[in-house]
């Protein structure tokens, strides 16, 4: 195999056979190799290897491949911290959209919304003969109460619109008791109120997004019930 010529103009040549730009010359030194690197290194070998066994056609070809892959990869880590940070602006502007409506959240602490609304939800774990919600003020005092019937077993919605006026200006929460009769009599159920979203962020994982949900502080979205207007 003939030598190769490891002037700049041979090493610019070959760079633009191959579609590569050589970088500008940087003012500090580095301690990564880049494209050109490789290359310089690669004529370098080929102009000093020995005439009497020179590099083998597969061998000099299985370096390009190599050579290729590593630029290859080094393409794609790009693309991927491309991405990511595509994903991470998708992710504030979807947390942002929720400031002001109101998400689902496992509690029994309701504030009423804008409209002067408290409502939420019970989880049956099996159908009820009867089931009751129960509004009650932050000093214990009995403010409401519904009866919803017979119901089937999962999630089943409550509301309550007609709040006294009184009630709304003291601004306080209003703590819910659901009951239901799964066979043995009124037992206590699990219960989720709707809630305001105060503020959003983002966490460090991809998949973190916070909500500052009103009474209830930070709740992650994964945590999130329901999601209402």
């Known amino acids: 195999m003939s030598s190769i010529d490891s002037s700049n103009t041979s090493l610019n040549s070959i760079l633009d056979k191959l579609g590569i730009q050589k970088p500008a010359d940087q003012t500090a030194p580095s301690d990564k190799l880049g494209q050109a690197d490789f290359l310089k290194l690669m004529t370098t070998q080929l102009q000093n ?34 991405l990511s940070g595509q994903l991470s602006e998708f992710r504030i502007a979807t947390a942002a959209n929720m400031l002001g409506h109101s998400v689902l959240v496992p509690g029994s602490n309701a504030y009423p919304d ?8 019970v989880d049956i774990p099996s159908a009820s003969a009867n089931t009751n ?12 109460t519904q009866d919803l019937g017979p119901q089937a077993a999962g999630l089943v919605g409550f509301r309550w619109e007609d709040i006294p006026q009184a009630v709304l200006d003291a601004n306080e929460y209003i703590k819910i008791e659901a009951y239901a009769d799964t066979g043995t009599g009124l037992q206590s159920v699990g219960a989720s109120v709707y809630s305001e979203v105060l503020a959003a962020s983002t966490g460090k994982a991809a998949a973190d997004v916070v909500y500052d949900v009103r009474g209830y502080g930070d709740v992650k979205a994964s945590d999130v019930v329901q999601f209402k207007k």
Not at 61 to 72: C, K
Not at 115 to 121: I, M, Q
Not at 137 to 143: F, H
């Open 49 to 82: 290897q020995d005439p009497f066994a020179p590099m083998e056609n597969g061998d000099f070809i299985a370096q390009m491949a190599q050579f290729s892959t590593v630029t290859g990869i080094t393409e794609i880590s790009e693309s991927l911290k491309s």
């Open 114 to 121: 804008s409209d002067g609304v408290v409502s939420g939800a």
């Open 133 to 144: 919600i129960l509004y009650r003020a932050a000093n214990g005092e009995i403010l409401h």
